[in-house]
């Protein structure tokens, strides 16, 4: 548990730091599975201020392998719109690294067909080995990605009608006009998710209190998506004091989690 996001953010980072310079001596290493949201923001901000401080002789190495698939897409939102995760990854990772959208893979939410672009993104990350670490935010209603309940485990990447619930918390995003947040997405499924090496749920603040209550102390459920991560033997929760205002976590289904 962690005073603030800040601190969150810094011991992530630390993590992520000894993976990422693990990845310079491995000849294909798997992508990354990166997310978006407010979460996730001081977590990239952090991530860039430490790469940068990487001596130039192994951050350009770093830089020139990179390889992320993110999570999910806006259907109807191009790369060029503010309010695309295209757009979100292009300003808080892609342009402070200088990383371009070869390296930074977002499915395409102009496509014609939606359904074959989820396709072709699945078998795209398949045909590279699947995710090495994957970061995961949480949702208000236990969505992960865009997996809205009621979600299985075996889902794969697809396009998804968007719950009003999760339009309603992401509305912010569009200048908090609800008429504007896409009613469709398209997804890794907790298929894919759940194939990663290694899976980190980063929870913070006091809204997520309720959620994250549910989430460690009812069973896994369909109408819980990130309950199923609990089947993932490499799982790491991060958690701040707000998050954990209202939580009493059940020890025995707690076991289940790694730290």
């Known amino acids: 548990m962690y005073k603030s996001s800040f601190d969150l953010a810094e011991a992530v980072v630390d993590v992520l730091e000894e993976r990422l310079i693990k990845r310079l001596s491995e000849s294909f290493p798997k992508p990354l599975g990166l997310a978006t949201g407010r979460t996730m923001e001081p977590i990239y901000q952090a991530l860039v201020a430490r790469l940068r401080s990487w001596p130039k002789q192994n951050l350009e190495p770093l830089l020139d392998g990179w390889s992320s698939f993110n999570l999910d897409e806006y259907v109807g939102l191009s790369k060029g719109d503010a309010d695309s995760f295209s757009a979100y990854m292009n300003r ?9 959208s070869d390296k930074l893979l977002i499915p395409d939410g102009r496509s014609k067909d939606p359904i074959e672009e989820a396709d072709l993104y699945r078998k795209h990350l398949k045909s590279l080995g699947g995710l090495s ?14 997996n809205e ?111």
């Open 133 to 146: 670490i994957q970061l995961l935010g949480l949702g208000m209603n236990g969505h992960v990605g865009f």
């Open 92 to 100: 808080h990772l892609g342009s402070p690294l200088r990383l371009g």
């Open 149 to 259: 309940p009621p979600c299985h485990p075996d889902a794969s990447c697809r396009v998804v009608d968007l719950s009003s619930a999760t339009r309603e918390q992401n509305a912010s995003s569009f200048a908090g006009d609800l008429g504007r947040v896409p009613t469709n997405a398209i997804t890794l499924g907790l298929s894919e998710i759940l194939l990663a090496e290694e899976v980190h749920l980063i929870v913070t603040g006091k809204a997520k209190s309720s959620v994250l209550h549910s989430l460690l102390n009812e069973p896994a459920s369909e109408f819980l998506p990130a309950s199923w991560l609990r089947q993932h033997s490499n799982l790491f929760l991060w958690v701040d004091h707000s998050a954990l205002s209202k939580v009493q976590p059940n020890i025995d289904l707690c076991n289940n989690w790694s730290s």
